[in-house]
């Protein structure tokens, strides 16, 4: 495909648990972000990344989240020890460039019971 | 810091009604301002843009215009469709933003027939 593409869709986990999130972004996009958008509020900026350095994570809400991009394409999301106040969408956006327009993907659904 | 706030919704009009939805934003330096649009069940997508100040965005019959001196973006469009019904959000990028992308909260909107 020809867009941003998330893995999985959905993920329900037990509080306590580490959860993993993908994203594959547009081939030869340099910059991708990840967003945090809870139930009824608009996305809020987490981390982002120019290929494979991470340049900015001051979004990053506490130190059980971490994000990698190692080379400089697929980046993941990890959330160690879930708490249910991390339960929201998880959105990856990637772009040409680092003022490009940002392309979405349709995001990871995470519900921590 | 920056910042973007939006007119709460939910808001209902009837097919074919004039829709405005204010936007204003707090910000240093010179940001770009964007309205996206997230429809049911899809991903968010890219509405109109505008780069500078007195700049008009348009698309698909929205539109808005960077208003430095009031500081607003306000979407607008003369005759709504039930298609149009989704949620709607405000953002900024740039400035001392940086590369991310500052969302407002958003504005669902609903189109009665």
């Known amino acids: 495909g020809a867009g941003v593409s998330q893995s999985p869709r959905y993920k329900v986990a037990k509080r306590g648990q580490d959860v993993a999130l993908r994203c594959d972004p547009i081939?030869?996009?340099?910059?991708l972000f990840w967003y945090q958008q809870a139930l009824g509020q608009g996305p809020e900026f987490l981390t982002y990344?120019?290929?494979?350095?991470?340049?900015?994570k001051s979004g990053l809400p506490s130190d059980r989240f971490f994000a990698e991009r190692p080379e400089g394409s697929v980046s993941t999301l990890k959330i160690q020890r879930t708490q249910q106040e991390d339960s929201a969408v998880y959105l990856c956006?990637?772009?040409?460039?680092?003022?490009?327009?940002?392309?979405f993907g349709p995001g990871t659904r995470l519900t921590v019971l | 810091g920056n910042s973007v706030t939006q007119m709460e919704g939910p808001v209902t009009l009837s097919e074919e009604a004039f829709l405005t939805i204010n936007c204003t934003y707090t910000?240093?330096?010179?940001?770009?301002l964007f309205w996206y649009v997230q429809y049911p069940g899809e991903g968010l997508q890219l509405l109109l843009k505008a780069t500078k100040a007195d700049d008009k965005g348009s698309n698909k019959g929205f539109e808005a215009t960077y208003r430095k001196e009031t500081t607003s973006f306000h979407l607008e469009k003369g005759s709504v469709q039930v298609s149009d019904s989704a949620v709607y959000f405000c953002a900024l990028q740039g400035g001392s933003s940086a590369s991310k992308i500052i969302f407002g909260s958003g504005t669902r909107l609903s189109i009665r027939p």
């Open positions: 081939s030869g996009h340099v910059s």
């Open positions: 990344f120019q290929n494979e350095a991470q340049l900015d």
């Open positions: 910000a240093t330096g010179y940001p770009s």
């Open positions: 956006a990637s772009s040409v460039d680092t003022r490009g327009e940002q392309f």
